[in-house]
């Protein structure tokens, strides 16, 4: 609790602001437009403000994933997905620097055989298949937010290869 109230004082803000905050990749800054429009507050409807990631906080967990370098990522409750997209595309850059270094041959062996929801209608579902070098899986109780927003991670370049969403309890 202590570190949710220091996260938001006023001088952290405004130090994160100055020094630590990067743009948004415009997928990013469409989803989080397209919450915020369609499924903002309103009657009948959640306090999105409560329900999607603050930018910040957001972009404090990719950095900590650049850090570490992260190639897998677990979103539990994803709502729109815009944190998932965010880690997804820090993940995507993490393949990418530390490629020579990652070992894909018992990914394949991780990935259990429960249903998924695709992100898009491409069904290549060859059992061959070779996973990619890193993954985000996000679990929720409902799809139909995530799969409002699902056009986002394709414009990301993120598709079902990386994209591992499953509408089940954490």
């Not at 900590?64 to 729109?80: L, R």
């Amino acid at each position: 609790k202590k570190l949710q109230s220091n996260m938001y004082s006023s001088n952290l803000i405004d130090y994160l602001k100055r020094f630590g905050v990067f743009e948004n990749p415009k997928e990013l800054q469409a989803l989080r437009d397209r919450t915020f429009t369609e499924l903002g507050p309103g009657p009948n409807r959640k306090d999105t403000t409560m329900m999607i990631g603050d930018t910040l906080v957001c972009q404090l967990m990719s950095l900590i994933n650049q850090f570490a370098g992260s190639t897998q990522h677990v979103e539990i409750g994803v709502y729109t997905g815009y944190n998932m997209l965010q880690q997804g595309m820090q993940l995507k850059e993490n393949a990418e620097q530390y490629k020579q270094f990652l070992d894909n041959k018992n990914v394949s062996e991780q990935i259990s055989k429960s249903p998924t929801i695709r992100l898009s209608d491409d069904d290549n579902d060859d059992k061959n298949q070779k996973y990619p070098d890193y993954r985000v899986y996000g679990l929720d109780t409902t799809a139909g937010y995530m799969f409002t927003c699902r056009r986002f991670y394709a414009e990301a370049g993120l598709n079902n290869d990386v994209i591992d969403f499953r509408c089940q309890p954490a």
